[in-house]
C-alpha cells in the first residue's frame, strides 16, 4: 500500500562549523518521501517555484515518489537556511524565505484522496486540516509538528489531535505543550487530547512510543559521526509510515519495527548533509543497520 | 562469589523543591553495596565518624553486607549537603564537612584480600591504587571516578586506568577527560588508556558498553517520578557488579545482564531519598523490572 505525504518541500542552504551548502533540497515532506520509499510507494503533496532545480525532481523520480501532488508555482521555492553549532546539538535559523509556499493549498489529486496511510509532516496545522477535509476514510493519520506551530497555531494543532491517530513531537515541544517535565505525564496528556499513538522524539537519545499496547523505547543508532541532523525527525517519521504501509498485519503488530526501520533512516541522514546520504542507501543497507541496533540492544 | 567494594561512607542532608531529608545514609559506597547486595555477598571498605547512626550499621546489616573493613573513627562522619533544580538535572553542592573521611585510608581485612570482583567506587584515585596495592589478583576490578578527580587527580587517574579491567563515568566526565564530542571517539581514546571495559552513563538516556565483544545500548528504566537520583550512579555499578560477582560463565557472558539489572536498581534508587527505595526493595522486585524492560525495548 502506498503512503501520502504532504509537507514542506524547500531549498535548504546550510552551515555547520567545518561546511557550507546552499540550495541543498530539503523540507519536512522531501526528507519523509525519501525515507518512505525504502519500503513503499509514495504519493507526495507539496509546492515549489520555478525556480526548483531540475535535478531535484529527477531525485524525487529515482525514489518512485509519485509527483502528480507537487504544485509548481511561478516564483520561488521556500528557502530556509540555518546554522548549526560545534556539538550540532543546536541551531539557529538565518534566513526564511516562504515564497511560494506563503500561499500553498495542499489540494489533493482524486487518486490520493483514498490513501488509506497519512503522513502529515510537519506544516501549519491549518493546512494539515485541509488535508483531512479531502480525505475519504484513511485507516492510519500521522502528523507531525515545530514549536512554531505550538506558538502560533495552537488552537488548530489542538483540534488536529482530535483528528489523527498519531502524533510525533520531540521533547521540548511535548514540554512546551503540556507544561509537564515527565515524560509519562506528558504522554498522558496529550493522549487525553485526542491521539491514540504518541511519539516522543529525543534526538540521539531515541524515541519513546505510547499506544495501546503500552510504551516501546526506541533507541537511535549511535553515529559514529553527525554531518548535519535536518530532516532527521522528517526522515524517521517517514520511513516508519512507509514501513507501517506495507507490513502484513494491524499497525499494533508492526508499530515497534516500522519505529526501528524509522530510527535507522534517520541515522543515515545525519551522515550527509541534506539528503545526499539518505539517497545513496538501499533497503538493504537499512536491514542490515536494523539487525545492528537488534545486536546493540538485546540482552 | 562476593564482591568487594570500596568508597566513601557519608551522611547526605538532601534538598529537593519539594523537600529536605537531613543525615540521610549516602556515599557511592553505602549506594554501590546495598545495590550489589541483592545478588551476592558484599564486603564494604569504607570509614565512619563516632558520631555514626547505629540504625545505618544495623541497615548495612540487613543487606548481609560484612563491614569487617568499616572503619569507626573518633570524630565526624563525611557529610555532604545538596540541593536539586525543579527539573532534578542540576545539582549544587552546599557543604562538604570530609570529617574523618580526610584521612581515610582504606586498609583491607586479610580476609578481603584476595577477593576476586571489586569495584573502586568514587574516590580518590590514590586510594583506589591503595587498594589495588593490597589485592591478590583479582579477577575483575572496575573503578568508577567524578569529575572533581579529572579536575585534581588527573595523572593519579590516568595510571589507575592501566591497571583496571572496567571504567565506568558520565557522559560530560567522557568529554573532560578525552575533549571528544564523539561517544565512539571517547570510548576509543579511553581504551587506549587501559580499560577493557568502558561504561559512558547518560542519566534518564541509559548508558553504554564499548567491551571486546563490542558495543551495548543499556535502557533506563524510564520513570513516573524521580525523587532524588543521589546514588543512581553508584546503585547502577554496584548492582552490577553484584550480578556478576555470582552470575555463571564468562564477565562477556553476562556483562550486558549485569548492567541491565544494576540500572534495574538504579532507577529505584530515584525513586525515594537516600537509600530509602532502595532498602525497601527484593530481589523479585527487580526480576520484574527487568521483564518489563525487556517488554519495552523488544521489537
Known amino acids: 500500500m502506498s503512503v501520502l505525504i504532504v509537507g514542506s518541500t524547500a531549498l535548504d542552504s546550510i552551515k555547520t562549523p567545518t561546511a557550507e551548502n546552499p540550495r541543498l533540497l530539503g523540507g ?35 525514489h518512485g515518489i509519485n509527483l502528480d501532488g507537487l504544485q509548481v508555482k511561478p516564483g520561488k521555492t521556500f528557502h530556509w537556511s540555518g546554522e548549526y553549532e560545534v556539538n550540532m546539538n543546536n541551531r539557529r535559523t538565518l534566513l526564511t524565505e516562504l515564497g511560494v509556499f506563503e500561499t500553498f493549498s495542499p ?65 521540548s515541544e511535548a514540554h512546551q505543550l503540556t507544561k509537564e517535565d515527565n515524560m509519562f505525564a506528558a504522554l498522558k496528556k496529550i493522549h487525553k487530547m485526542g491521539p491514540k499513538y504518541v511519539i516522543i522524539k529525543k534526538g540521539s537519545h531515541g524515541s519513546i512510543l505510547s499506544g495501546p499496547k503500552g510504551f516501546f523505547l526506541c533507541p537511535a543508532y549511535p553515529l559514529h559521526t553527525v554531518v548535519d541532523p535536518t530532516g532527521a525527525g522528517d526522515s524517521f517519521v517517514g520511513g516508519m509510515m512507509g514501513y507501517l504501509a506495507t507490513a502484513r498485519g494491524t499497525v499494533d503488530a508492526n508499530i515497534r519495527k516500522a519505529m526501528i526501520h524509522g530510527s535507522v533512516v534517520a541515522s543515515f541522514c545525519c551522515e550527509g548533509f541534506g539528503l545526499n546520504r539518505t539517497t545513496k542507501i538501499t533497503r538493504q543497507r537499512v536491514a542490515q543497520r536494523v539487525k545492528e541496533l537488534e545486536k546493540l540492544t538485546r540482552f
Chains 1, 2 share one sequence.
Not at 503533496?45 to 520555478?50: E, L, T
Open 107 to 171: 489540494d489533493l489529486p482524486k487518486a490520493y484522496q483514498s490513501s488509506q496511510f497519512v503522513l502529515l509532516a510537519n506544516i501549519a496545522p491549518a493546512l494539515q486540516h485541509h488535508v483531512l477535509d479531502q480525505m475519504r476514510r484513511p485507516k492510519f493519520v500521522v502528523a507531525d509538528t515545530m514549536d512554531l506551530w505550538l506558538n502560533i497555531a495552537l488552537a488548530d494543532l489542538i483540534k488536529l489531535l482530535k483528528r489523527i491517530d498519531g502524533f510525533v513531537l520531540n521533547d
Open 28 to 62: 519536512s515532506a522531501s526528507h519523509a518521501a525519501v525515507a518512505a520509499s525504502f519500503f513503499s510507494p509514495v504519493k507526495l503533496v507539496g509546492v515549489v517555484g520555478d525556480d526548483f532545480p531540475k535535478k531535484y525532481i529527477q531525485l524525487y523520480g529515482r
